[in-house]
T-cell receptor, first 112, second 115 residues
Framework: GENVEQHPSTLSVQEGDSAVIKCTYS??????FPWYKQELGKRPQLIIDIRSNVGEKKDQRIAVTLNKTAKHFSLHITETQPEDSAVYFCAASLDSNYQLIWGAGTKLIIKP | DAGVIQSPRHEVTEMGQEVTLRCKPI?????LFWYRQTMMRGLELLIYFNNNVPIDDSGMPEDRFSAKMPNASFSTLKIQPSEPRDSAVYFCASSLDDRGSDTQYFGPGTRLTVL
């Protein structure tokens, strides 16, 4: 079955700098890759996603890239701000299958 | 829409007691998920319902856990008897249909503490 690995487990960056979180997946059939953000004490919420027919997607300061050959995808956050501090989860799924396979999460700390 | 609703938000109980967690999914959503979140194990899928039918309960840890969805607007997760290792945040999530690409909308969670 599918397995998703996420790195790093904790990432500390200076406010204003960029942050990159990486995930690898094992099942080459997976074709949908969402990223969820969970602020402290809150629920996970979808922030961006990408499908396998697209190599990159941007939404303001966040972007996701996908390398199907290497089976990895990354979340990029530019000009980080204090409100970006949270745990970020990547996931992978096959569109025809209900289940998301989740990464272990990355705690992003933005230093003032 | 009010989003996914869960109750109670916090539950403190003693070992051996029965615990019932409740969830109301977003109206019109056909899929419902129960997750457990802990620091050690991350987000674990416990059970998945589609059109009120349990499709996958392979994540339910043991017979002490049971889940029902009697109708499209209500689901329960029951733990009987509860144990301290069941302490976690339990999330309910719903999505429009049964595709992997359907966004999952999470409820606020129930923080369960078993003493």
């Amino acid at each position: 079955g599918e397995n998703v690995e996420q790195h790093p487990s904790t990432l500390s960056v200076q406010e204003g700098d960029s942050a990159v979180i990486k995930c690898t997946y094992s099942d080459s059939a997976s074709n949908y890759f969402p990223w969820y953000k969970q602020e402290l004490g809150k629920r996970p919420q979808l922030i961006i996603d990408i499908r396998s027919n697209v190599g990159e997607k941007k939404d303001q300061r966040i972007a996701v890239t996908l390398n199907k050959t290497a089976k990895h995808f990354s979340l990029h956050i530019t000009e980080t701000q204090p409100e970006d501090s949270a745990v970020y989860f990547c996931a992978a799924s096959l569109d025809s299958n209900y289940q998301l396979i989740w990464g272990a999460g990355t705690k992003l700390i933005i230093k003032p | 829409d009010a989003g996914v609703i869960q109750s109670p938000r916090h539950e403190v109980t003693e070992m051996g007691q029965e615990v019932t967690l409740r969830c109301k999914p977003i109206s019109g959503h056909n899929s419902l998920f129960w997750y457990r979140q802990t620091m050690m194990r991350g987000l674990e899928l416990l059970i998945y319902f589609n059109n009120n039918v349990p499709i996958d309960d392979s994540g339910m840890p043991e017979d002490r856990f049971s889940a029902k969805m009697p109708n499209a607007s209500f689901s329960t997760l029951k733990i009987q008897p509860s144990e301290p290792r069941d302490s976690a945040v339990y999330f309910c999530a719903s999505s429009l249909d049964d595709r992997g690409s359907d966004t999952q909308y999470f409820g606020p969670g129930t923080r369960l503490t078993v003493l």
